[in-house]
Antibody, heavy 119, light 110 residues
């Protein structure tokens, strides 16, 4: 059974870069059926899709975040990563990684990583 | 403001039937791209409740059902139970945005 696990700093200063990594186990990130994505949830608010990447490196970004986001993949390590630059308090959220086929549901999800933007 | 519109909150008594709507447009639900539903219990990770409009993963009771028509979709819950209390989200793909979209979420109180 495939599992995903987020890792990265829990505290980032305003204007700096948020970096998170998702490690995939129990399956190969090179599976050509799946995208690997990031979804975030600010405290008390709803889910927001951030970006997704295919094993080939093909990427899709939420237009509202595209100018600040980079998603990348390392198939040799079964990991994919998220970078969000110039963060503000509005970027404080639980960040989830998840896998999904292009038109299918996001499943499974990682446990989530709370990232707080504060000085 | 979410691309997919859900009622912010709903409530129902135990045993009742409730329906949660998810309204989109011709670039997502009406395109037609599949709709998926998630339940997020307090303090937990969202989990799939319904996938591809009307399919239940193993372990999801048949009290939960999904439907889709035109640019809208619905999640129906019959025989409401206290354990159904949580946040429900719909999700689809949007061709205009070339990406995936979630509804704003519906908080169900039992």
């Amino acid at each position: 059974q495939m599992q995903l696990q987020e890792s990265g700093p829990g505290l980032v200063k305003p204007s700096e870069t948020l970096s998170l990594t998702c490690t995939v186990s129990g399956g190969s990130i090179s599976n050509n059926n799946y995208y690997w994505g990031w979804v975030r949830q600010p405290p008390g608010k709803g889910l927001e899709w951030i970006a997704s990447i295919f094993y080939t490196g093909s990427t899709k970004y939420n237009p509202s975040l595209k100018s600040r986001v980079t998603i990348s993949i390392d198939t040799s390590r079964d990991q994919f990563s998220l970078k969000l630059i110039s963060v503000t308090a509005a970027d404080t959220a639980v960040y989830y990684c998840a896998s999904h086929a292009i038109f299918d549901s996001f499943d499974p999800w990682g446990q989530g990583a709370l990232v707080t933007v504060s000085s | 403001q979410s691309v997919l519109t859900q009622p912010p909150s709903l409530s129902g008594a135990p045993g009742q039937r409730v329906t949660i709507s998810c309204t989109g447009s011709t670039s997502n639900i009406g395109a037609p791209y599949d709709v998926h539903w998630y339940l997020q219990l307090p303090g937990t990770v969202p989990r799939v409740l319904i996938y591809r409009n009307n399919n239940r993963p193993s372990g999801v009771p048949d009290r939960f059902s999904g439907s889709k028509s035109g640019t809208s979709a619905s999640l129906a819950i019959t025989g409401l139970q206290a354990e159904d209390e949580g946040d429900y989200y719909c999700q689809s793909y949007d061709s205009s945005l070339s990406g995936w979209v979630f509804g704003g979420g519906t908080k169900l109180t039992v």
